[in-house]
């Protein structure tokens, strides 16, 4: 880790280095908090008693130039986990968009999570209440969905044709039967 990172923590300040560039981070709103802690809380269910663990906010140690703070992240390999943050690539990563992040979690960092061999990641959309998945394959990261919620009020009211393209849940591509529903992501959520 570099000079400035040791500092920056010290200073107990947020921030992530994406292509050598320091970023400072703001406190995320309440949305992207229940949103972060729905998708948290699912994957620790699901995981309790399995080798995987799901993290929230943990510094990702890539390389000196790239220390990202993703909002959710499931780790398999035990090895990368560390006192002081994951030093690896993690297996699956959710980036909850805000006004300040939606640009670096749609380029930069998604450009980084494909470099270094991340197998899944979701970038979520409070404020569209959307999810676009995307999977690694052949090392690149490829759209394998896009999921919009609906409350059950605006589903009724879609033509068949809409609720046929309608998914309401993600099948996680890690794991054989862990799907999650649009509904329990964005559940509170106005």
């Known amino acids: 880790m570099n000079d400035f990172a040791y500092a920056m923590e010290e200073d107990n300040e947020d921030y992530e280095v994406i292509n050598g560039q320091v970023y400072m981070m703001s406190r995320p709103s309440t949305a992207h908090m229940k949103v972060e802690l729905n998708i948290a809380t699912i994957f620790k269910i699901y995981l309790k008693g399995k080798s995987c663990v799901p993290f929230t906010e943990t510094d990702v140690f ?12 499931i780790v398999c390999n035990p090895e990368i986990i560390k006192e002081r943050g994951i030093f690896g690539t993690p297996d699956l990563v959710v980036e909850i ?28 959309s409070p404020k569209e209440k ?19 919620y609906y409350t059950d009020e605006e589903y009724a009211d879609l033509t068949e044709k809409q609720k046929a393209l309608a998914k309401r849940e993600i099948k996680v591509s890690l794991y054989d039967d862990l799907y999650v529903t649009l509904e329990d992501i964005f559940e509170n959520v106005k």
């Open 97 to 124: 968009l805000s006004p300040s992040t939606a640009i670096k979690d749609k380029m930069d960092k998604f450009f980084a999570y494909e470099k270094y061999g991340v197998k899944e990641y979701w970038i979520v």
């Open 62 to 73: 890539f390389d000196d130039d790239n220390n990202f703070v993703p909002d959710v992240m």
């Open 130 to 148: 959307s999810v676009e998945v995307y999977q690694l394959k052949e090392g690149k990261l490829e759209r394998a969905g896009y999921y919009q």
